[in-house]
């Protein structure tokens, strides 16, 4: 079992960036992927960067290029740099726990509770 808290969500301009974090709330080095979904109403959940246990990350092609996933297993926290943001971007965005092999995430049923990104001028 693993409590995940996310935090860094804001309202931001087209172009600016935003950092988010996610706080687990035990180990998760070695143990779990990570992830970062997104969804916005009325739309499915959308897988937009993980990062497997042993550091490897891999993107949407909606966000390739311009967002950054990385994770500190000394603080059990994961991040997500996002740079050149587009209206696009806006959504609700989630912190996972879950399993990897290589691009292939399978998410485990371990959510925050979603941090709000809005990117408008």
């Known amino acids: 079992q693993v409590q995940l808290v996310e935090s860094g969500g804001d309202l931001v301009q087209p172009g600016g960036s935003l950092n988010l974090t996610c706080v687990a709330s035990?180990?998760?080095?070695?143990?779990?992927?990570m992830a970062w979904y997104r969804q916005v109403p009325e739309k499915q959940r959308e897988l937009v960067a993980h990062?497997?246990?042993?550091?490897?990350?891999f993107y949407a092609d909606s966000v390739k290029d311009r967002f950054i996933i990385r994770r500190d297993d000394i603080v059990d926290k994961i991040f997500l740099q996002m740079n050149n943001l587009k209206s696009e971007d806006t959504a609700v965005y989630y912190c996972?726990?879950?399993?990897?092999?290589?691009?292939?995430?399978?998410?485990?049923?371990?959510w925050g509770q979603g941090t709000q990104v809005t990117v408008s001028s």
């Open positions: 035990r180990r998760i080095g070695g143990i779990y992927a």
């Open positions: 996972n726990a879950g399993t990897a092999f290589n691009r292939d995430y399978r998410p485990m049923n371990y």
């Open positions: 990062i497997t246990d042993r550091g490897r990350a």
